[in-house]
């Protein structure tokens, strides 16, 4: 029942009324046949009186529980809101976020930190294959629940994916190295180019791989018992397989 509504009952009962009171006022007058009978019709005109007003308490009952589901609704969506606004301020770091990209230089230097004796040279010229170093994907919060507890120990969702950007970070500063051309290059990112290219062997022909020097040359992340712990996992989500030889351990990209 909208508000128009709403106001044609109340005048109706209001016209209702007043006719009813005018009535009662000519009662004593209501001595003859005629008087009685239109005794009769107020008394019939009270009872649909009450009728709506009975069918007025209901509409009204009806749109109070309206008005509480509105409101336990709005303690939902405001629930919600909270939530959502937490989810932004407090973003996975591996997640990915909009931004600038880093230029080549920019994630070098990052890798091996301003003091570093080892700042790889890039080509003044943009390399044309930049976009096409291929990265690890990082563990979706299924693949993370389905590895078996006992490999996966006591380690977090998010310490296996800060894992993997650091391998990610550790592959793209490699294979930037690779893709200069030597007159670029000064003498320390000439040996660790001519090491890359002793590393690899005929598996790795063609894939993207590191080895444990690559993390240490390039990322801040210790090799150690925890780091080879993540890398079993990683391994169990068939993100990467190893391939040995010539006393390396080669980690491959898959």
């Not at 009806?62 to 405001?78: A, P, T, V």
Request: hydrophobic share 35%.
């Amino acid at each position: 029942m909208d508000s128009s509504e709403l106001e044609d009952l109340t005048q109706h009962i209001n016209d209702k009324i007043s006719g009813v009171m005018k009535i009662l006022h000519l009662r004593t007058l209501a001595k003859d046949p005629d008087k009685r009978n239109m005794l009769k019709k107020i008394s019939q005109d009270l009872l649909s009186i009450n009728n709506l007003l009975n069918q007025f308490e209901a509409q009204v009952n009806q749109q109070k529980e309206i008005l509480k589901s509105l409101k336990e609704l709005e303690k939902f969506f405001e629930e919600d809101v909270k939530q959502a606004k937490h989810l932004k301020e407090n973003i996975p770091p591996h997640m990915p976020r909009k931004g600038p990209v880093q230029s080549s230089a920019a994630v070098l230097k990052t890798s091996q930190g301003p003091e570093s004796n080892k700042e790889l040279e890039l080509s003044k010229k943009p390399s044309k294959h930049k976009d096409c170093i291929r990265e690890m994907l990082f563990i979706t919060t299924a693949e993370f629940e389905n590895i078996p507890a006992y490999m996966k120990g006591r380690f977090t969702y998010d310490q296996i994916n800060n894992v993997i950007q650091d391998i990610n970070k550790a592959v793209v500063c490699k294979y930037k190295i690779l893709k200069q051309s030597l007159k670029s290059m000064n003498n320390a990112t000439r040996k660790l180019y001519q090491r890359f290219k002793d590393e690899e062997c005929k598996e790795t022909k063609g894939q993207y791989f590191i080895v444990d020097a690559d993390i240490k040359e390039f990322t801040q992340m210790k090799v150690e018992k925890k780091f080879h712990v993540m890398l079993n996992m990683l391994r169990h989500c068939q993100r990467l397989r190893e391939v040995r030889g010539g006393g390396i351990i080669r980690y491959m990209l898959q």
